[in-house]
T-cell receptor, first 113, second 117 residues
Framework: ETGVTQSPTHLIKTRGQQVTLRCSSQSGHNTVSWYQQALGQGPQFIFQYYREEENGRGNFPPRFSGLQFPNYSSELNVNALELDDSALYLC????????????FGPGTRLLVL | AQTVTQSQPEMSVQEAETVTLSCTYDTSESDYYLFWYKQPPSRQMILVIRQEAYKQQNATENRFSVNFQKAAKSFSLKISDSQLGDAAMYFCAYRIPSQGGSEKLVFGKGTKLTVNP
């Protein structure tokens, strides 16, 4: 069974640029959730994708967008990067319904200069 | 709004001893799920233990157990026979069952656990 993978592991961007982060879900899982974890904080929910549709969104502006593909992998796109976007971005996959435990990837560390 | 509070920013324990990490949450829901995740310096969030609110029996996973007090909205984690590898950030998280909506996790701010040899 393959776990959740994310790429890249680290990324440095400058303010105003755009970034795409990628996530491959664990085999058998059909739901992907994205979280932002600022330094010293708990993860904050960005949004979730199920069956290639956004299925719930946290308190993040529209410049945070995503996609889910037929193989259940997912992308997180952030436009017009701001300094406060510097954080660890975590992807989690799960099967919808029931206790639906979310299994996390290793994260992408984004630094915006 | 659902919130999760971890009142202990840092805790320390001697190797082989027992430590308890606290977590309280606020919700008006009667059915929900609670989790403890561990995040070592490698950054990957690892599930430690989970509890369904409708189950009165406290969950146990090897050296890890919880004390779930539904009326008090408390969900503490007990680590027995602490090992050096238990050193990490521990996050308490809450989720309501999916009803066609998202299954988002709400996390606390975490407790940093240090294990002293």
């Amino acid at each position: 069974e393959t776990g959740v993978t994310q790429s890249p592991t680290h990324l440095i961007k400058t303010r105003g640029q755009q970034v795409t982060l990628r996530c491959s879900s664990q085999s058998g899982h059909n739901t992907v959730s994205w979280y932002q974890q600022a330094l010293g904080q708990g993860p904050q929910f960005i949004f979730q994708y199920y069956r290639e549709e956004e299925n719930g969104r946290g308190n993040f502006p529209p410049r945070f967008s995503g996609l889910q593909f037929p193989n259940y992998s997912s992308e997180l796109n952030v436009n017009a990067l701001e300094l406060d976007d510097s954080a660890l971005y975590l992807c989690a996959s799960s099967s919808v319904g029931g206790i639906g435990v979310q299994y996390f990837g290793p994260g992408t560390r984004l630094l915006v200069l | 709004a659902q919130t999760v509070t971890q009142s202990q920013p840092e805790m320390s324990v001697q190797e082989a001893e027992t430590v308890t990490l606290s977590c309280t949450y606020d919700t008006s829901e009667s059915d929900y799920y609670l989790f403890w995740y561990k995040q070592p310096p490698s950054r990957q969030m690892i599930l430690v233990i989970r509890q369904e609110a409708y189950k009165q029996q406290n969950a146990t996973e090897n050296r890890f157990s919880v004390n779930f007090q539904k009326a008090a909205k408390s969900f503490s984690l007990k680590i027995s026979d602490s090992q050096l590898g238990d050193a990490a950030m521990y996050f308490c998280a809450y989720r309501i069952p999916s009803q066609g909506g998202s299954e988002k996790l709400v996390f606390g701010k975490g407790t940093k656990l240090t294990v002293n040899p």
